[in-house]
């Protein structure tokens, strides 16, 4: 039952594309109800069957209701009747459009399905998981209706990944469980590069034992409540600090992690568009990292006067469009260009990060 019969309708090749497409999944019927293919997650969400040759739907269901993954309560009526009821709405309606919820390790599942008659007595459906970040997509907004629906939204989500790709930010979202439902390519570069935490058995783990408790915490205080808090990762290599706040749902926390130090040569092409010329860069960056002019000077090599006829260059350069006439107000401004030029773009190239 792994393989499609040769003698499948061609048109369940279509319905097969967007389950792929929607990560979803799929079984074929053949006009005697019996299983004629299901695709290996349809496998995994019902282990405990096996999908022997000859099986039936009517033998699936009755293996779902004796595990108690649909229960009486949940069913409203007799699960023969509604056994019955489904038989005859699948051969009446050659299309059919609804949710299932499932019970499955004391969690609900909620299943979004499409079921189609094909030609020649052929019957297929196509579910997908309705908590799938990429069906939910990123803009909240009412649930799709359909898994046509569904399709639309997965493009949106794809081009709004994409975005997120561009970016050295690192953005990941995390179940109430840590378990990482997706990350962006410099999330995933960060968790790689020993940030002070890292993923294990798909789950995000702090390798400090005590942020790894709090880590727990805060991200269950976003899922549940909209909470969250920033945390210290502690590394001997590479310690930084990440923000945890609210995710997508009720279910979801987003982890920012910080990008790394800006390039300097992307932060001097940034204070170049703003007007300073290379030798001021120079002198606005010296000043702003070495304490003050003559820090600037020692560190530079320039003398302490030169240093200061620059900077005064400087503050006639960005004062009248930034307000920049003190060592203050030039660091808060450099402080801006940086943090901007290490999310972008430049800086994500020179890095070399994948995805990019």
Same mark, same amino acid.
């Given at each position: 039952?792994?393989?499609?019969?040769?003698?499948?309708?061609?048109?369940?090749?279509?319905?097969?594309?967007?389950?792929?497409?929607?990560?979803?999944?799929?079984?074929?019927?053949?006009?005697?109800?019996?299983?004629?293919?299901?695709?290996?997650?349809?496998?995994?969400?019902?282990?405990?069957?096996?999908?022997?040759?000859?099986?039936?739907?009517?033998?699936?269901?009755?293996?779902?209701?004796?595990?108690?993954?649909?229960?009486?309560?949940?069913?409203?009526?007799?699960?023969?009747?509604?056994?019955?009821?489904?038989?005859?709405?699948?051969?009446?309606?050659?299309?059919?459009?609804?949710?299932?919820?499932?019970?499955?390790?004391?969690?609900?599942?909620?299943?979004?399905?499409?079921?189609?008659?094909?030609?020649?007595?052929?019957?297929?459906?196509?579910?997908?998981?309705?908590?799938?970040?990429?069906?939910?997509?990123?803009?909240?907004?009412?649930?799709?209706?359909?898994?046509?629906?569904?399709?639309?939204?997965?493009?949106?989500?794809?081009?709004?990944?994409?975005?997120?790709?561009?970016?050295?930010?690192?953005?990941?979202?995390?179940?109430?469980?840590?378990?990482?439902?997706?990350?962006?390519?410099?999330?995933?570069?960060?968790?790689?590069?020993?940030?002070?935490?890292?993923?294990?058995?798909?789950?995000?783990?702090?390798?400090? =034992?005590?942020?790894?408790?709090?880590? !727990?915490?805060?991200?269950? $205080? *976003? @899922?549940?409540? %909209? #909470?969250?808090?920033?945390?210290?990762?502690?590394?001997?290599?590479?310690?930084?600090?990440?923000?945890?706040?609210?995710?997508?749902?009720?279910?979801?926390?987003?982890?920012?992690?910080?990008?790394?130090?800006?390039?300097?040569?992307?932060?001097?092409?940034?204070?170049?568009?703003?007007?300073?010329?290379?030798?001021?860069?120079?002198? =606005?960056?010296?000043?702003?990292?070495? !304490?003050?002019?003559?820090? $600037? *000077? @020692?560190?530079? %090599? #320039?003398?302490?006067?030169?240093?200061?006829?620059?900077?005064?260059?400087?503050?006639?350069?960005?004062?009248?469009?930034?307000?920049?006439?003190?060592?203050?107000?030039?660091?808060?401004?450099?402080?801006?260009?940086?943090?901007?030029?290490?999310?972008?773009?430049?800086?994500?190239?020179?890095?070399?990060?994948?995805?990019?």
């Amino acid at each position: 039952m792994r393989d499609l019969p040769p003698e499948a309708p061609g048109a369940f090749s279509e319905l097969l594309e967007l389950s792929r497409v929607l990560g979803g999944e799929t079984m074929l019927f053949l006009p005697d109800d019996r299983i004629g293919f299901v695709s290996d997650n349809v496998r995994s969400r019902y282990p405990f069957f096996g999908f022997p040759d000859g099986a039936t739907f009517p033998d699936l269901y009755w293996s779902v209701v004796h595990t108690g993954m649909s229960t009486a309560e949940s069913l409203v009526v007799p699960p023969a009747d509604y056994l019955a009821m489904i038989v005859n709405s699948r051969r009446a309606n050659p299309v059919l459009d609804f949710r299932k919820r499932y019970q499955v390790e004391g969690s609900a599942v909620d299943l979004l399905c499409h079921h189609r008659a094909l030609p020649d007595g052929w019957t297929a459906q196509v579910r997908v998981d309705v908590a799938q970040l990429r069906v939910r997509g990123w803009v909240v907004g009412a649930a799709p209706r359909s898994v046509f629906e569904m399709l639309n939204t997965v493009h949106e989500t794809e081009r709004f990944e994409a975005l997120l790709n561009r970016l050295s930010l690192g953005v990941a979202i995390v179940g109430r469980d840590r378990s990482v439902r997706w990350a962006n390519a410099a999330a995933r570069f960060a968790l790689l590069g020993g940030l002070g935490c890292t993923v294990q058995d798909g789950r995000l783990i702090a390798l400090d =034992a005590a942020a790894d408790i709090r880590l !727990g915490e805060l991200v269950q $205080a *976003a @899922a549940d409540h %909209g #909470r969250g808090g920033f945390l210290g990762m502690p590394s001997a290599g590479n310690p930084t600090m990440v923000s945890v706040g609210a995710g997508l749902s009720v279910d979801d926390a987003m982890i920012l992690i910080p990008p790394p130090a800006p390039v300097e040569a992307v932060v001097r092409d940034a204070l170049g568009t703003l007007g300073l010329s290379p030798g001021q860069c120079d002198v =606005a960056l010296s000043v702003v990292t070495a !304490g003050g002019p003559a820090e $600037a *000077a @020692a560190s530079t %090599g #320039r003398a302490y006067a030169t240093v200061r006829k620059q900077l005064v260059r400087i503050y006639a350069v960005l004062g009248l469009s930034f307000g920049v006439t003190s060592q203050r107000a030039l660091a808060h401004l450099i402080g801006q260009v940086a943090s901007i030029a290490g999310a972008c773009p430049q800086q994500m190239r020179m890095l070399g990060y994948e995805d990019c």
